[in-house]
């Protein structure tokens, strides 16, 4: 059974920086995208950014490109998304995610087959 368990959130100023990890464990994680999906009060899950276990691609939502990071340690079977710059609007619960189908790196909600529980991020202004 696929287990994925986010840790790292917190509270944090805006212009500061936070790293998420993703512990993966159950699966063979080397076919999977990873990937990192927020949700906001009131708002719909959003994709936020993924990576191919096996050589690494990544993609990443526009709202976050050139702030946040992912990268994934394949011998601790961790995947992390490193933010800096944070703004108010990245406040929301931010869930890991497995696509085991993964052919190309995607952003789209319901590709993803397994989900962490979520951990929350606040950024005040």
Request: glycine share 12%; hydrophobic share 35%.
């Amino acid at each position: 059974q696929v287990q994925l368990v986010e840790s790292g959130g917190g509270l944090v100023q805006a212009g500061g920086s936070l790293r998420l990890s993703c512990a993966a464990s159950g699966g063979t994680f080397s076919t999977y995208t990873m990937g990192w999906f927020r949700q906001a009060p009131g708002k719909e899950r959003e994709f936020v950014a993924a990576i191919r276990w096996y050589g690494g691609n990544t993609r990443y939502a526009d709202s976050v490109k050139g702030r946040f990071t992912i990268s994934r340690d394949t011998a601790k079977n961790t995947v992390y998304l490193q933010m800096d710059s944070l703004k108010p609007e990245d406040t929301a619960v931010y869930y890991c995610a497995a696509d085991r189908s993964a052919w190309s790196v995607s952003g789209t909600l319901s590709d993803y087959d397994y989900w962490g529980q979520g951990t929350q991020v606040t950024v005040s202004s």
